[in-house]
């Protein structure tokens, strides 16, 4: 990619183009292959008109074999991807393609369900609706780039009730409370260190040392993992002491496998119509791709994973076999620029091939 251009978008078959890109020159790449047997794309290399689902997780395999190779070696791939019918049958296409790509070196570190909320219009009598896809997280090696910090939920604050503190999710301590004093498991100094050890944890919530947190106590909950001491450290903690105290992380929590995120139905349903929204792009863009990195969509269609790219001042490179789609991803990334760059030097365009 020029070191000048915030973006570039290559017209042609994702295989061809992806091999004249620069070996380990991309972070991250988040896609959106045309899915199998679903809708016909027009032209003569595009994919998701194979014969059978095998020819089509091979070209898939293919076609990421040549994005491993431009990528870092820290990179990331997330793959989003629907499944089909064919006969009344759910043939299974992604996890398909994952175990695949799987065999071929990639190590899946999450499989997200992109609960859709809303599905398409589905009038079969006999079968559930579908709302929901999969957007795999693979890597490359088990060390990898991953800023888990920049998409944390930020600490909710906590409440007072009757002039006592309660933590965001309820945990007054009162609860905590009864149960040590009605423990038959911990010895009379187990029961002070433990309410000790509560009231200091609520105190740390009150003066915003600690966003919440949750208390186990020997013989009234589970450790989290194991019970086994061998195997956890929580549980080795609750053998010794009678009692352990979970933080939860300052910065906030996780976000979980489970994105509910409404599709994208308002950009120009008549040229393209598989449009996935830029929030699904917020994650993985933000943990995995360092701040001016450079985002891949060898699947581009119209633009979208561009235009999260930039809106999170990344770089982005956009490949896609039709040139009709092309043109309006252009149109839809000068748009944004033009509303988002005051300086006029950041409006570069290259591009490479025939786009109209
Ligand atoms: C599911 S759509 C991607 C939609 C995109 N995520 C968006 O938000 O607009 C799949 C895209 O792959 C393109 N395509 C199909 N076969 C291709 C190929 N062999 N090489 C490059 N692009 C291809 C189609 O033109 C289509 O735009």
């Known amino acids: 990619m020029q070191d000048q251009s915030r973006y570039e978008l290559h017209c042609g078959n994702a295989h061809e183009m992806l091999q004249q890109l620069a070996s380990a020159s991309v972070h991250t790449c988040v896609t959106s292959p045309p899915y199998w047997n679903q ?3 027009a032209g003569e290399s595009v994919l998701g008109n194979e014969a059978t689902a095998e020819q089509y997780v091979e070209n898939m395999c293919n076609i990421f074999d040549e994005v491993w190779r431009v990528l870092v070696p820290e990179g990331s791939l997330w793959l989003n991807i629907g499944d089909t019918y064919k006969n009344k049958n759910l043939i ?3 996890w398909r393609v994952v175990f695949a790509l799987q065999e071929r070196g990639w190590i899946l570190r999450n499989a997200v369900i992109w609960d859709k909320q809303k599905g398409n219009p589905d009038n079969a009598k006999d079968k559930l609706r579908n709302v929901y896809e999969h957007v795999f997280h693979v890597v490359k090696q088990e060390q990898y780039c991953y800023n888990l910090d920049s998409v944390r939920n930020p600490p909710l604050k906590p409440s007072f009730r009757n002039g006592k503190i309660v933590t965001p999710t309820g945990v007054s301590g009162d609860k905590y409370r009864q149960q040590i004093a009605a423990s038959n498991d911990l010895s009379t100094e187990e029961k002070a260190n433990a309410l000790a050890a509560l009231k200091a944890a609520l105190h740390n919530v009150e003066i915003g040392e600690m966003p919440d947190f949750r208390m186990i106590i020997r013989g009234t909950q589970r450790s989290t993992h194991s019970d086994s001491p061998e195997f956890s450290g929580r549980a080795d ?5 009678g009692f352990c105290i979970l933080p939860y992380h300052k910065n906030g929590t996780k976000p979980s496998d489970i994105w509910r995120v409404i599709p994208e139905d308002s950009w120009r349903k008549d040229t393209h119509f598989a449009v996935y929204p830029t929030e699904l792009c917020e994650i993985p863009i933000k943990t995995t791709c360092p701040p ?4 891949l969509d060898p699947f581009v269609g119209s633009g979208t ?3 999260a790219a930039l809106e999170l001042g ?3 490179i956009g490949i896609d076999a039709s040139a009709e789609y092309l043109a309006s991803a252009k149109e839809r990334i000068e748009m944004w620029l033009a509303g988002n760059t005051t300086d006029q030097s950041q409006l570069s365009l290259y591009t490479v091939g025939e786009v109209a």
């Open 39 to 41: 809708r016909k794309y």
């Open 305 to 307: 994973t561009v235009i």
């Open 92 to 94: 299974g296409i992604p």
């Open 314 to 316: 990344r770089r982005a």
């Open 292 to 295: 001016n990195g450079i985002v």
């Open 237 to 241: 903690e609750l053998r010794k002491k």
